[in-house]
Structure formats: structure tokens, C-alpha cells
């Protein structure tokens, strides 16, 4: 196997849990808390789990918005973490972000020629004319015409808007992009589009990816390899065709059951108890207070994960791989 693009080692990102003489002390959240991946040169890797597991910390964490509090970070097998966000945006430019909301990436009172020529300024792209020459290409690969550089932002629809954050991140020339849940908010005709382009993009490019997605079905659609998160850890991660068809984690097979499928567009087998909370996290496997199968010792210590086929490891002792998948789940 080649040497991994991208890759982090118990990597920790916590908020708050500071005290200071003046405010109340903030609950520590440990949004991310000990995740080791490996992603591949060319793969797309999805990021899957229920919402405030921690997936967009990763990925702010990754682009270093926001600064680890342990662990590493390696680019290309150089270590890139422990840095300030300056500094640590400059020594990972090749990771690009793709916003949850690509709206909100626009400056509504400019023109979108405007942002995208800033953007390119901010990265420090001085030559106007390149600017424009990798702007246009840029347009042109997500299938918009110059006409577009003129519009404002409330002038495009959510699939245009897709497409110029998508040219936008680019124009930057990354070699990983971080997709943020890319196709919320968009009717399925124009979902399918935009990730059809997705991939499209990714073979002329050359670019890896990181899904994140709440959509299991894009998710297996799409991606190489899936990772499972809970509570700011990884519960399973595997091929995708192995995840979703063998489910081995307790939590990955709950999450197939409750998610809806073409033929019951309602939700499936609810997941039982309550959501989980980062600032509560439970002894043991986060898990267990909400897992069927949970035995004492589930209570007590942190099950880490291990491999259960040549291309699935699980973080639970009595999973069960080679079973298969919920009957009624993705029935599509
Ligand atoms: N700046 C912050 N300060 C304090 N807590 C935060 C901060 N950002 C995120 N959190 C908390 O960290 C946890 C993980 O949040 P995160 O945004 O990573 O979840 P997510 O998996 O992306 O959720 P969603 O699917 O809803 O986007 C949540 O409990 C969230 O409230
Ligand atoms: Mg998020």
C-alpha cells in the first residue's frame, strides 16, 4: 500500500474546560477524542455518524481552524500539526474545505468574480491574469459558463451555488478536498448532478476526498472506504461495500437499521436511548448505554479498534462481521 496522503495519530480536539477568574467555567466537550486514520492517495473516504459526533471538528481540525489538543497530523508523512491557524493553513494548503453551506461562503454583496479572484489573492495568486485564466478553467470543469462571474450570489440556485464553492476550493489547486455534508439542502435530481461532477472532478484532478455525509446512501454510493464515528472516536471503519453489507459494530448496524430506504421513507428501528453527549461522555464504550448487546465489562474499559477482515476493523469486542446487513435497510 502507498504511503498514506493524510494521516492522524490519537488525534484529540476538546473545547472549553477552562476557568477563569471573570466567566463561569465552560464544559469540557471532547468533540474529537483519539482518532487514528490513514486516508490514500485518490481514495474518497467517508465520515459518517449522528449529528455532534465530532465529523466537522475533524474537519476544521484538519484544515487546523481550529489547534489539536493531542495527537498528530501528517501530510505526505511530514508532521503538520501542533501549529497556530496561520501557520498551520500555510503548511496544509493542500487540504481544501468544501462548506456545509456554500451560501454562507459567499459574500452576498459581491460579485461571485469578485470572491473568487479574493480568494485567490488571500492564497497569494498577485498575477491578475492567472487569476482570471484559473478561474475560467476552474468554471468551465464544474460546467459553468463566464457569465456566472457577474452574478451575486442570491441570483444562483443551491445546485450553481454547489458548483462555484466547488470551483472556488479548486482554483486553490488542493490535493484533498474535506466535503461538509456537499449536497444537503438539494432535491435528488440535482444531488446526483452535482456528486456525479464530484467524482468527475476527482479523476481529472487527482484529488482525494473526505465525505462527510448524514446520507448513508450517497455515502455508499460514493465512497471508497467508510469510517463510523461516536462520540468523537471511530467505532468502525472498513470498505465500504464491507461496512455496509456486514456491519459489524452494534452502532454502525443502528444506524443502517433507522436510516430510511426507497421503500420505507420513514425512519426505521430508532436507535434506543438518548443522543449522546460529548460533555457527558460514559465510562467505557461511549456506546454501551444504548447498545443491546452490552456486557459488563463494556462499562469499564475503552474497546480500541481492531481488525476483524482484511479490510474492516471494528472497536467492539463482541461484534459480529460477516453478518448481514438489517433486511429492510437501504432496500435501494
Ligand atoms: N467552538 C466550539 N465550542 C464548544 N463546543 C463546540 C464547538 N464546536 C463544536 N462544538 C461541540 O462539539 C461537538 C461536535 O460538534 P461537530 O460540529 O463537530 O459535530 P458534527 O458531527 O459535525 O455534527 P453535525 O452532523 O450536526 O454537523 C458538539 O457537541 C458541538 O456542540
Ligand atoms: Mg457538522
Redesign the pocket.
Known sequence: MSRPLLETVDLKTH??GTRSLLSKP?PL?R??DGVSLKIQPGEVLGLV????????????TLLGL?RETEGAILLDGFDVGGRDPAEARKVRSDIQYVH?DPGAALDPWWRVGDTLHETLKIHGVSDRAERQARILEMLNAVGLNEGFLRRYPHELSGGQQRRIGLARTLSLRPRMVIL??PTSGLDLSVQATVLKLMLDLRATYDLTYLF?S?DLSVVERLCDRVAI?YL?RIVEIGSADQVFSAPAHPYTRALLESAPTLTRQDSGQVIQGDPP???RRPEGCAFHPRCPMAQADCRQSVPQLAEVSDSQSVACPYAMPGQVRPAEAFAS
Open positions: 473545547y472549553g465552560k466537550v468533540a474529537v455518524g449522528e449529528s455532534g459526533c465530532g465529523k466537522s471538528t475533524i474537519a476544521k481550529e456545509q461538509d455534508e462527510i448524514h464515528m468523537g453527549s460529548p460533555t
